[in-house]
C-alpha cells in the first residue's frame, strides 16, 4: 500500500505562486511514476504533470507548460509541483498520484494510489 498526504494549498492572488508537496509512504517511492492531477467544480478530473521514478522525464499539460514545475525528491519521498504565474482557471483540486507499473503516463486509469486532494483557488 502507498499512503499519499498533499498539502501547500492555499488561496493566492493572479499572478501569484504555491508550491504543493506530496508525501508518500512506502519504500518503494522511488520506483514509481508520480503525477498531479486536478479537478474543478462540475468538471472531470485532469492531468496536471507527471515524473518517472528518476526525475529524468517530465511531462505537463499544454495549459501549465512554462508555468508549473514537477519535481521529486526520493530521499524524501516527497514530490512537489511549483506553480507560479497563476490564474484563475487554475483554480481546483489537486491530487497526486502514483502509478507503480508505468514509467510515466498522463492517463488517469493508469494511477493506482491517489491522495485527498488540496484547494487551490486563485483569486482575480
Same mark, same amino acid.
Given at each position: 500500500?502507498?499512503?499519499?498526504?498533499?498539502?501547500?494549498?492555499?488561496?493566492?492572488?493572479?499572478?501569484?505562486?504555491?508550491?504543493?508537496?506530496?508525501?508518500?509512504?512506502?519504500?518503494?517511492?522511488?520506483?514509481?511514476?508520480?503525477?498531479?492531477?486536478?479537478?474543478?467544480?462540475?468538471?472531470?478530473?485532469?492531468?496536471? %504533470? @507527471? $515524473?518517472?521514478? !528518476?526525475?529524468?522525464?517530465?511531462?505537463?499539460?499544454?495549459?501549465?507548460? +512554462?508555468?508549473? *514545475?514537477?519535481?521529486?525528491?526520493?530521499?524524501?519521498?516527497?514530490?512537489?509541483?511549483?506553480?507560479?504565474?497563476?490564474?484563475?482557471?487554475?483554480?481546483?483540486?489537486?491530487?497526486?498520484? %502514483? @502509478? $507503480?507499473?508505468? !514509467?510515466?503516463?498522463?492517463?488517469?486509469?493508469?494511477?493506482?494510489?491517489? +491522495?485527498?486532494? *488540496?484547494?487551490?483557488?486563485?483569486?482575480?
Amino acid at each position: 500500500q502507498v499512503q499519499l498526504v498533499e498539502s501547500g494549498g492555499g488561496l493566492v492572488q493572479a499572478g501569484g505562486s504555491l508550491r504543493l508537496s506530496c508525501a508518500a509512504s512506502g519504500r518503494t517511492f522511488s520506483s514509481y511514476c508520480m503525477g498531479w492531477f486536478r479537478q474543478a467544480p462540475g468538471k472531470e478530473r485532469e492531468f496536471v %504533470a @507527471a $515524473i518517472s521514478w !528518476s526525475g529524468g522525464i517530465t511531462s505537463y499539460t499544454d495549459s501549465v507548460k +512554462g508555468r508549473f *514545475t514537477i519535481s521529486r525528491d526520493n530521499a524524501k519521498n516527497t514530490v512537489y509541483l511549483q506553480m507560479s504565474s497563476l490564474k484563475p482557471e487554475d483554480t481546483a483540486v489537486y491530487y497526486c498520484a %502514483a @502509478a $507503480i507499473r508505468a !514509467s510515466i503516463t498522463s492517463i488517469t486509469s493508469r494511477y493506482d494510489y491517489w +491522495g485527498q486532494g *488540496t484547494q487551490v483557488t486563485v483569486s482575480s
